[in-house]
C-alpha cells in the first residue's frame, strides 16, 4: 500500500533544482510531504488536497496530479540545508484515516 | 509548542522480553499512529488509532499489539521481543478531519535493540 518514490536518492550542487515522484496504486485524496534530517523526526512541509493544487514552501513547491495518482516536489536553487530524507504520505480510509508514507528520498546538497 | 513524547530515546532489551513503549501528546489530537523505520523501507505503519479505544492494524502489525486508554497516550507492545524488531520507532499524532488527516506531529524516537 506504500506509495512509491523516486528516484531513491539525489546528490545536488548547491543552486540545483530538484524533482522527487511520489505516486500510488490507489486513488489518493490528499499528500502530504515531510522532509526528515538525519537523527532528527521528520518535520511537515505541506499537504494538497485536491487534484491540480499547487503550494510552496520557500523555494520548495508541489504539485498534485489526482487523475494521474501522483505528487511532486520540487526544490529550487537547493541550499545546504535541504539535505535531508524526503517522504510523502497519504491518507487511506478504513475506520478512520492511515496515513502510510513511501520509502523515502534521499537528499545530498553539497557546496 | 505541540509535543509528541515518546518515554525512551534508546532501549536495550533480551529476546523473549515484553516490551512497553510508551507516546504521549498533548495537543488533543484524534489520531496517534506507530511507525517503525528501517533504512531503505522508510515509514511502515504499524497500529494507529482514531479515537479512545479505537485501534486498526497497520501494514506490519505482526508480533506487536497497542493500546489506547487516553486520548494523549498511546502504547505500542512487543509482546515477544526478537531481534528482527530491531529498529526506530516513531509516534506521531494528527487532527481528523473530514475527508483526511491534517499534519502529522512526529516524536524523537525510539531507538530499540533486542539482543
Known amino acids: 500500500q506504500q506509495p512509491v518514490q523516486s528516484p531513491q536518492a539525489v546528490i545536488l550542487r548547491e543552486g540545483e533544482d530538484a524533482v522527487i515522484n511520489c505516486s500510488s496504486s490507489?486513488?489518493?485524496?490528499?499528500v502530504h510531504w515531510y522532509r526528515q534530517k538525519h537523527g532528527e523526526a521528520p518535520v511537515f512541509l505541506m499537504i494538497?488536497?485536491?487534484?491540480?493544487e499547487q503550494k510552496g514552501h520557500e523555494k520548495i513547491s508541489a504539485s498534485f496530479n489526482e487523475k494521474k495518482q501522483q505528487s511532486s516536489l520540487y526544490l529550487t536553487a537547493s541550499q545546504l540545508s535541504y539535505s535531508g530524507t524526503y517522504f510523502c504520505?497519504?491518507?487511506?480510509?478504513?475506520?478512520?484515516?492511515?496515513?502510510?508514507f513511501g520509502a523515502g528520498t534521499r537528499l545530498f546538497v553539497k557546496a | 509548542d505541540v509535543k509528541v513524547t515518546q518515554s525512551s530515546r534508546y532501549l536495550v532489551k533480551r529476546t523473549g522480553e515484553k516490551v512497553f513503549l510508551e507516546c504521549v501528546q498533548d495537543?488533543?489530537?484524534?489520531?496517534m499512529f506507530w511507525y517503525r523505520q528501517d533504512p531503505g523501507l522508510g515509514l511502515r505503519l504499524i497500529y494507529f488509532?482514531?479515537?479512545?479505544?479505537?485501534?486498526e492494524k497497520g501494514d506490519i502489525p505482526e508480533g506487536y499489539s497497542v493500546s489506547r486508554e487516553k486520548k494523549e497516550r498511546f502504547s505500542l507492545i512487543l509482546e515477544s521481543a526478537s531481534t528482527n524488531q530491531t529498529s526506530m520507532y516513531l509516534c506521531?499524532?494528527?487532527?481528523?478531519?473530514?475527508?483526511?488527516?491534517?499534519?502529522?506531529?512526529f516524536g524523537q524516537g525510539t531507538r530499540l535493540t533486542v539482543v
Open positions: 504520505g497519504t491518507d487511506i480510509h478504513t475506520g478512520g484515516f492511515k496515513t502510510i
Open positions: 490507489k486513488a489518493l485524496y490528499s
Open positions: 488509532s482514531y479515537d479512545v479505544k479505537m485501534k
Open positions: 495537543m488533543d489530537h484524534e489520531n
Open positions: 506521531a499524532s494528527s487532527i481528523r478531519t473530514t475527508g483526511r488527516n491534517t499534519e502529522a506531529f
Open positions: 494538497l488536497l485536491k487534484g491540480g
